[in-house]
């Protein structure tokens, strides 16, 4: 079956780094574009970055570039999220995804997701 586990997400202090952990299984991992994701209360689901198939390259949202960094080993078939520089802004759940597609920032196109992880970044 599908899996798709989160896993490395805690309470910081503002100006520390996390780094989040999307654990995948079930599927062959290197097919997919696999994306982050957070939402916070009140707000909508909101795209971070992703790693897209075929080559892996990453990219990241503007709200997020130059603080967060999106990576993946095929080998171990999981995809991080490495964040430093933590704002108060950047608390919410953060949930890993995958897709088909080649590049997209859309939650519509990602199919499947992971149960999330909780960021808590304090002032």
């Known amino acids: 079956q599908v899996q798709l586990v989160e896993s490395g997400g805690g309470l910081v202090q503002a100006g520390g780094s996390l780094r989040l952990s999307c654990a995948a299984s079930g599927f062959t991992f290197s097919s997919y574009t696999m994306g982050w994701f957070r939402q916070a209360p009140g707000k909508e689901r909101e795209f971070v970055g992703a790693?897209?198939?075929?080559?892996?390259?990453?990219y990241v949202a503007d709200s997020v570039k130059g603080r967060f960094t999106v990576s993946r080993d095929n080998a171990k078939n999981t995809v991080y999220l490495q964040m430093n520089s933590l704002k108060p802004e950047d608390t919410a759940v953060y949930y890993c995804a995958r897709s088909r597609r080649f590049y997209t920032n859309n939650p519509s196109e990602y199919a499947f997701w992971g149960q999330g992880t909780q960021v808590t970044v304090s002032s």
């Open positions: 790693a897209n198939w075929g080559g892996g390259s990453t």
